[in-house]
């Protein structure tokens, strides 16, 4: 989730609103992030205007990246279109991978590591979970090393690795899952790995049951 505390100005007021988008005041052109929470509109400010937030039920899993936190009056709009978002209050920086789609392939019965992974204000001591789906609960994938889990994340977070022991998974389509090391979460959990930063595809055979029969002689 995200709040704001602090936010500073002149009348501000109850019911005041911030958008994050790309572009303050655009006529239908300004774009929210992909997966903020509730398309980057906040709820009604608090608070004498100085409280804002985008609620507590669904988290943020957007891509990292610095977007503009758009301010509109409850005084003179009903704050529901873009274009009325027309001041520009400052930058909201997204910490997290950059873009999306950081897909990456590794081979089952093998080690497996990868570098270059972009993002913003990327850390070590981020964690990388291999999930069926990020953010959900029983998930996790039978005969990977650690239950999917990056036995480290180095290199102010550029570097994944699952250590020296060999993947033995599946082979199959799965998704790289991150959490970031300064949430208070203690990213344990498999809901923790609410961010999606692409597909690792495990190269090898699936099922891993696929019993077959020969007669001796």
């Given amino acids: 989730s995200c709040a704001i505390d602090g936010l500073q100005g002149k009348h501000l007021q109850d019911g005041d609103r911030l958008w994050v988008l790309d572009t303050c005041g655009g006529s239908g052109r300004a774009v929210a992030p992909a997966r903020f929470a509730a398309e980057g509109r906040s709820l009604p400010a608090e608070g004498g205007g100085s409280r804002v937030s985008w ?6 899993s957007s891509s990292g990246g610095t977007y503009r936190l758009c301010w509109c009056s409850s005084a003179v709009s009903g704050c529901e279109s873009s274009s009325d978002f027309r001041v520009d209050a400052g930058g909201l920086t997204v910490v997290g991978p950059m873009p ?5 392939t590794c081979q089952s019965g093998q080690t497996c590591r990868f570098e270059h992974v972009l993002g913003m204000s990327l850390a070590d001591g981020d964690s990388v979970l291999v999930l069926e789906t990020c953010g959900v609960a029983d998930s996790l994938l039978p005969r990977m090393i650690s239950a999917g889990m990056a036995s480290a994340v180095v290199a102010s977070g550029a570097a994944v690795s699952w250590g020296l022991v060999p993947l033995t998974a599946a082979g199959g389509q799965y998704r790289l899952c991150w959490c970031a090391e300064r949430v208070e979460s203690a990213c344990e959990r498999s809901e923790d790995f609410r961010v999606d930063m692409g ?3 495990m190269l090898g055979p699936s099922p891993l049951q696929q019993h077959r029969t020969c007669v001796s002689g």
């Fill in 55 to 60: 609620g507590s039920a669904v988290a943020i």
């Fill in 100 to 104: 999306l789609s950081q897909d990456r």
């Fill in 199 to 201: 597909s690792l595809t």
